[in-house]
């Protein structure tokens, strides 16, 4: 028979509600909760107010698939990515998709609106490993770049139900 959570899981959610229970000493228990919380989102806000690194930064070439189907170009710059492709429906509807998308780190999410109605838009950019193109190097032996070319990659969904996902590499590699 299969357990239905993790023993961890549970240690954890019984010793929280015995934390939280009347009788123990509530005041220092919701003083721990708060400084707990605090330091988890200053500690997301240094991470997440970063722009992306300098290497993913330029054009990129890229392929939309689902309902929607076609080429165009997304520019990675500051803390934006602009997408502008020129795709066309299951339908045979030809139309732009046209958008600007705020980029936090390395994850960029937008909106903008297709014939279809309002889209959603989240993806990634991710830039090259620094020892891309020098083998395994003898610092950590047996171990490849993973990210050779720097890419981006996003799912789009439309307010109708369609979506679809676009994906590419930089152009303008150095």
């Known amino acids: 028979m299969r357990r239905p959570f993790h023993r961890l899981f549970i240690f954890t959610c019984k010793n929280i509600r015995r934390m939280c ?3 123990t000493n509530s005041k220092l228990t919701k003083r721990w909760l708060l400084v707990a919380t605090l330091a988890g989102a200053l500690g997301s806000a240094t991470v997440l107010g970063q722009p992306a690194p300098a290497a993913a930064q330029g054009t990129y070439h ?3 698939r689902g309902f929607y189907n076609g080429e165009g170009t997304a520019n990675v710059s500051g803390d934006q990515v602009t997408i502008n492709a020129n795709v066309r ?7 732009t998709l046209t958008a600007t998308c705020s980029l936090t780190g390395d994850h960029f999410s937008g909106s903008t609106v297709l014939p279809g109605g309002s889209v959603t838009i989240q993806g990634r950019v991710e830039a090259q490993d620094p020892n891309a193109g020098k083998g395994n190097g003898s610092t950590v032996p047996n171990q490849d ?6 890419r981006i990659g996003a799912t789009f969904l439309v307010s109708n139900g369609h ?12």
């Open 89 to 95: 429906s299951d339908q045979g509807m030809a139309t």
């Open 163 to 174: 979506g679809g996902r676009f994906s590419g590499t930089k152009v303008d590699i150095q």
């Open 21 to 23: 229970e009347v009788g």
């Open 145 to 150: 770049s993973i990210v050779h070319t720097p």
């Open 62 to 64: 890229i392929l939309v």
